[in-house]
């Protein structure tokens, strides 16, 4: 069954201080990896698509990379306003508008 | 450009009622599909619909039902409401026939309670 799996559920950062949030998946046939931001009540913004092993994709302070097993989003320097829940998601099969599966999320608080 | 667009907002239904939920996708998609999204956690799959016809399903029960509309538009139907589905319902779109372009884009969601 696909399955994905994110770690921490909750991270709490200073000002600046750079960290790593991993996502786990177990899917056949990857057709692509997602990344969104989601803040409280809102409904998921969209990031970043990763389609292949060693791929990497960078927008302002965040960087995903993809393994053939995980993802990381790496976060430089991270400001306040990045404080918000991170959802990893796969698609696989054929089609381009295959369901898509999300994990739970990690919730990323950044203190000043 | 608009992008995804749902309706109403917020909602507060009584058990046992139904509920019609709405999105109009981003302009130039033509795949909706609706999520549930309980506290805490990540968005659950319920149905895609594309062509006006039900494509993929989630382990949703019957309760839960949809629609497409020629204009692409689309409704989200749930009968006989339980405490549990409370949730931020998610509406997302996406192009079907593009290769590589496969990302959702969503909507603001509509928060229903049910007591």
């Known amino acids: 069954e696909d399955q994905v799996t994110q770690s921490p559920e909750a991270l709490r950062l200073q000002e600046g201080e750079s960290s790593s949030l991993n996502c786990s998946y177990t899917?056949?046939?990857?057709?692509?990896l997602f990344w969104y931001r989601q803040d409280p009540g809102k409904g998921p913004e969209f990031l970043f698509t990763?389609?292949?092993a060693g791929e990497e994709k960078e927008k302002e302070r965040l960087k995903a990379t993809l393994t053939k097993k995980e993802s990381f989003l790496h976060i430089t320097a991270p400001k306040p306003e990045d404080s918000a829940t991170y959802l990893c998601?796969?698609?696989?099969?054929?089609?381009?508008?295959?369901?898509?599966?999300f994990g739970s999320g990690t919730r990323l608080s950044i203190r000043p | 450009d608009a992008g995804v667009t749902q309706s109403p907002t917020h909602l507060i239904k009584t058990r046992g009622q139904q509920v019609t939920l709405r999105c109009s996708p981003k302009?130039?998609?033509?795949?909706v599909s609706w999520y549930q999204q309980a506290l805490g956690q990540g968005p659950q799959f319920i149905f895609q619909?594309?062509?006006?016809?039900?494509?993929q399903r989630g382990n949703f029960p019957d309760r839960f039902s949809g629609h497409q509309f020629p204009n692409y538009s689309s409704e989200l139907n749930v009968n006989a409401l339980l405490l549990g589905d409370s949730a931020l319902y998610l509406c997302?779109?996406?192009?079907?026939?593009?290769?590589?372009?496969?990302?959702?884009?969503f909507g603001q969601g509509t928060r229903l309670t049910v007591v």
């Open positions: 302009s130039g998609h033509d795949t």
């Open positions: 619909y594309y062509e006006e016809e039900e494509r």
């Open positions: 998601a796969v698609q696989a099969g054929r089609s381009s508008a295959s369901k898509i599966i």
């Open positions: 899917v056949s046939g990857l057709r692509g």
């Open positions: 997302a779109s996406s192009i079907r026939d593009r290769v590589l372009n496969t990302e959702a884009f």
């Open positions: 990763l389609y292949s």
